[in-house]
């Protein structure tokens, strides 16, 4: 299986500061990679896709990049509303994979 | 608009069986996967797996391949998990999700497993 590492469980960051957040994956999996946020009690939201489309309404604050098979989600001016738990999801290959999550609050 | 309205909350006893309803409005199921994916109670999410209800082709993670069973109607657009000999492991809310990269996703359905 793919394994998806976000090393980094939890990031505390000021509002308009520019927040990055990675995942790793154990081998290459081209683009075929998401980015959601999920909010306490809700279900998961996608933000991006293809390693760096936005989905549809989500603000373009957010950004994703890719360097290998290391990938980066950007939050260019964090907001209020941008906390919650952000995770990666690879779909190049079953099972898909999730990265374990990267909690994000206010300074 | 799209929607998925998932079945309610479920109380199973150990050893026995649930089996949870996902119904897709705004999105004609026979043109994408449905996936399932679990998070358990303060955990991360997890993929279960995915069936296709165009021809009723399926494929589980294999942690979950003798817990989980899809299924499908496309008459009414409704997809179903049914999970089997439940635990007090398997307790989690379950979520239903369409589209390539799962897009939409339903709610969640709370399964709780006690005696």
């Known amino acids: 299986d793919i394994q998806m590492t976000q090393s980094l469980a939890s990031l505390s960051a000021s509002l308009e500061e520019i927040v990055t957040i990675t995942c790793q994956a154990s081998?290459?999996?081209?683009?075929?990679l998401a980015w959601y946020q999920q909010k306490p009690g809700k279900s998961p939201q996608l933000l991006i896709h293809?390693?760096?489309s936005l989905a549809d309404g989500i603000p373009s604050r957010f950004s994703g990049s890719r360097s290998g098979t290391q990938y980066s989600l950007k939050i260019s001016r964090l907001q209020v509303e941008d906390t919650g738990i952000y995770y990666c999801?690879?779909?190049?290959?079953?099972?898909?994979?999730f990265g374990a999550g990267t909690k994000l609050e206010l300074k | 608009e799209v929607q998925l309205q998932q079945s309610g909350a479920e109380l199973g006893k150990p050893g026995t069986s649930v089996k949870l309803s996902c119904k897709v409005s705004?999105?004609?199921?026979?043109?994408?996967?449905m996936h399932w994916v679990n998070q358990r109670p303060g955990k991360g999410l997890e993929w279960i797996g995915r069936?296709?209800?165009?021809?009723?082709?399926?494929i589980y993670a294999e942690k979950f391949k003798s817990k989980a069973t899809l299924t499908a109607d496309t008459s009414s657009n409704t997809a179903y998990m049914q999970l089997s000999q439940l635990k007090s492991d398997d307790t989690a809310i379950y979520f239903c999700?369409?589209?390539?990269?799962?897009?939409?996703w339903g709610p969640g359905t709370m399964v709780t497993v006690s005696s």
């Open positions: 293809s390693a760096t």
């Open positions: 069936i296709d209800p165009a021809n009723g082709n399926t």
């Open positions: 081998q290459d999996i081209g683009n075929w």
């Open positions: 999700a369409i589209a390539g990269y799962f897009d939409f």
């Open positions: 705004g999105y004609n199921i026979r043109s994408t996967y």
């Open positions: 999801l690879q779909r190049y290959s079953n099972p898909y994979t």
